[in-house]
């Protein structure tokens, strides 16, 4: 290899790692371009809300349905995954949604339903992680996985309303096994 060849190899791998030292700059002006988005459009819908709800002292009573708070006029507000985990809210529970001043939501657990703890065994899906009870499958919240450090095969204590109407369970526990 000639001098000239060895100085074009070293510029084409100088080039390279300029090359991507740019592209790693313009994906994360990228991510905080669309994080700015996404938390100005988060603030909006939450100002909206709050204007919406502003004639009520801003407190709305509504159930649990899983995933999200529902009002009684039906319209549904997302309920943090780490509260309703840490909680261990069932479908149907009672909730309590106050929208203060600055749009920010605190949700309380109000009346929670009659409860059935259920055992079952992790599984994961598309969507997420489920459990399934004698053959019945319940959707579980991935931040309940998270924080039980829960794996695919465990059993899973869940609790689960006691008519037993719902898709979804509130993890209880994990059985570990030797």
């Given at each position: ?112 339903v009659d409860r059935e703890k259920v055992i079952g065994i992790l ?6 992680f489920r459990i399934n009870v004698n053959d019945k499958l319940y ?13 695919i095969g465990d059993k899973i204590v869940a609790l689960i309303p ?17």
């Amino acid at each position: 290899m000639t001098k000239k060849d060895k100085k074009n190899q070293t510029l084409e791998g100088e080039d390279l790692a300029t090359i991507k030292q740019l592209l790693d700059s313009a994906e994360n002006q990228i991510r905080r371009a669309k994080s700015l988005i996404f938390s100005t459009e988060i603030e909006d819908m939450a100002k909206q809300i709050a204007e919406d709800y502003q004639d009520s002292d801003n407190v709305i009573e509504g159930i649990f349905d899983g995933e999200q708070f529902v009002a009684p006029d039906g319209k549904k507000f997302q309920v943090p995954a780490n509260y309703a985990s840490k909680s261990k809210l069932v479908t149907g529970d009672m909730l309590k949604l106050t929208i203060l001043p600055d749009g920010s939501f605190v949700y309380k657990q109000i009346s929670p339903v009659d409860r059935e703890k259920v055992i079952g065994i992790l599984e994961e899906s598309g969507e997420g992680f489920r459990i399934n009870v004698n053959d019945k499958l319940y959707n579980v919240l991935t931040a309940s996985i998270t924080y039980f450090k829960a794996d695919i095969g465990d059993k899973i204590v869940a609790l689960i309303p006691k008519d037993g109407k719902s898709d979804w369970a509130a993890v209880e526990n994990v059985i570990l096994e030797d």
